[in-house]
């Protein structure tokens, strides 16, 4: 079960409503750092921008790659540890707006996390020390350290054997 904070909304779908739950400006803000930080090919500008311009914590030799694509709205529910890769086109969510409700939900992705290219994480979720996530997988839930997952829905593919592999 992903830990996301539920907001009931009534009428039409909180699509609509999206600046009552966030600023316009903000939402501007953010897109403009995200866009110039999707094409940056210098990783500690990327994380300079990040931190600096979004509120994410990311921590030190954490390398994002080109094209991912933060959460425009939330990106300070975002929280990347130490010594991560994100793969390419990567797309990193921390809301999301449904029929009759939003929900909110970090993202945490803890230290040495391997995640490969073209995935989606979704909100509330944790990716465990050490875990591998394959391209293409749809992140649902969470990932165990030293847990490698993939796939739509995503499934444990094996853990790693012992403590030491996972650091």
Same mark, same amino acid.
């Given at each position: 079960? =992903?830990?996301?904070?539920?907001?009931?909304?009534?009428?039409?779908? @909180?699509?609509?409503?999206?600046?009552?739950?966030?600023?316009?400006? /903000?939402?501007?803000?953010?897109?403009?750092?995200?866009?110039? %930080?999707?094409? *940056?090919?210098?990783?500690?500008?990327?994380?300079?921008?990040?931190?600096?311009?979004? =509120?994410?914590?990311?921590?030190?030799? %954490?390398?994002?790659?080109?094209?991912?694509?933060?959460?425009?709205?939330?990106?300070?529910? $975002?929280?990347?540890?130490?010594?991560?890769?994100?793969?390419?086109? *990567?797309?990193?969510?921390?809301?999301?707006?449904?029929?009759?409700?939003? =929900?909110?939900?970090?993202?945490?992705?803890?230290?040495?996390?391997?995640?490969?290219?073209?995935? *989606? $994480?979704?909100?509330?979720?944790?990716?465990?020390?050490?875990? $591998?996530?394959?391209?293409?997988?749809?992140?649902?839930?969470?990932?165990? @350290?030293?847990?490698?997952?993939?796939?739509?829905?995503?499934?444990? $593919?094996?853990? /790693?054997?012992?403590?030491?592999?996972?650091?």
């Amino acid at each position: 079960m =992903r830990k996301t904070t539920r907001y009931p909304v009534n009428g039409v779908n @909180p699509l609509w409503h999206m600046y009552r739950t966030v600023s316009f400006w /903000k939402v501007m803000k953010n897109f403009i750092v995200i866009q110039l %930080s999707r094409y *940056t090919p210098i990783v500690s500008w990327k994380n300079w921008m990040f931190r600096t311009f979004l =509120r994410m914590e990311v921590g030190q030799h %954490s390398a994002v790659a080109l094209m991912v694509m933060m959460d425009i709205m939330f990106p300070e529910k $975002i929280k990347i540890g130490r010594n991560c890769v994100i793969g390419y086109n *990567t797309t990193i969510l921390a809301h999301e707006y449904l029929i009759d409700e939003y =929900r909110l939900g970090e993202v945490i992705i803890e230290d040495a996390v391997l995640v490969g290219a073209n995935t *989606t $994480i979704l909100p509330g979720v944790t990716i465990g020390k050490g875990a $591998i996530v394959a391209a293409g997988t749809v992140v649902h839930k969470d990932v165990p @350290p030293g847990a490698f997952v993939g796939g739509n829905p995503m499934q444990l $593919i094996r853990m /790693k054997a012992s403590e030491e592999e996972v650091l």
